[in-house]
């Protein structure tokens, strides 16, 4: 019977045998931010677009803190708060500050800009900061809470 040779990590003092491979956790976050980019691209194109239809598949029962500041919790009641706001957006613009996931949840922070239609016809260029909680449903990125801070202009 031949001796099988047992493979050896010969590591010199001070050196990790893991140096120079990736960090799994790093490839988990890029791989999950390059699957969220799409959807933060589709959030942002259906609020400019006004799609309530679109934007309602990417929502979970969620929570919604929409522009206006109205707090909405649950699909029926997101809908509704959708219904009330989105017409009154345009130029919708998200900028993405930071990011993490961890498993099937993921959290985004950034800044954001739109023009805001008052109801006494007026206008209002708001620039603010937002927080969106994304959930890996089956193999879709769903919207699970989105909150937004009015800064200037709101």
Same mark, same amino acid.
């Not at 620039?127 to 909150?147: C, F």
């Given at each position: 019977? /031949?001796?099988?040779?047992?493979?050896?990590?010969a590591?010199?003092?001070?050196?990790?045998?893991?140096?120079g491979?990736?960090?799994?956790?790093?490839?988990?976050?890029?791989?999950?931010?390059?699957e #969220?980019?799409?959807?933060?691209? !589709?959030?942002?194109?259906? #609020?400019?677009?006004?799609?309530?239809?679109? +934007?309602?598949?990417?929502?979970?029962?969620?929570?919604?803190?929409?522009?206006?500041?109205? #707090?909405?919790?649950?699909?029926?009641?997101?809908? !509704?708060?959708? /219904?009330?706001?989105?017409?009154? #957006? *345009?130029?919708?613009?998200? =900028?993405?500050? !930071?990011?993490? @996931?961890?498993?099937?949840? /993921?959290? +985004?922070?950034?800044?954001?800009?739109?023009?805001?239609? !008052?109801?006494?016809?007026?206008?209002? =260029?708001?620039? @603010?900061?937002?927080?969106?909680?994304?959930?890996?449903?089956?193999?879709?990125?769903?919207?699970? *809470?989105?909150?937004?801070?009015?800064? =200037?202009?709101?």
């Amino acid at each position: 019977m /031949a001796a099988s040779a047992m493979p050896v990590l010969a590591q010199l003092p001070g050196q990790s045998v893991y140096e120079g491979r990736k960090n799994p956790r790093e490839e988990v976050r890029a791989r999950a931010f390059e699957e #969220i980019k799409p959807v933060l691209a !589709d959030w942002s194109d259906q #609020i400019s677009g006004r799609n309530r239809g679109r +934007l309602d598949k990417m929502l979970m029962d969620a929570v919604l803190f929409s522009p206006l500041g109205l #707090i909405a919790e649950g699909r029926a009641a997101v809908g !509704d708060s959708l /219904a009330g706001w989105l017409p009154r #957006i *345009s130029s919708y613009h998200l =900028t993405p500050l !930071d990011f993490d @996931a961890s498993g099937n949840l /993921a959290y +985004l922070f950034g800044a954001l800009r739109y023009d805001r239609r !008052d109801p006494d016809g007026g206008s209002k =260029t708001i620039e @603010a900061e937002w927080v969106m909680v994304l959930y890996l449903w089956g193999r879709s990125w769903k919207v699970r *809470s989105y909150l937004e801070r009015p800064g =200037t202009g709101g």
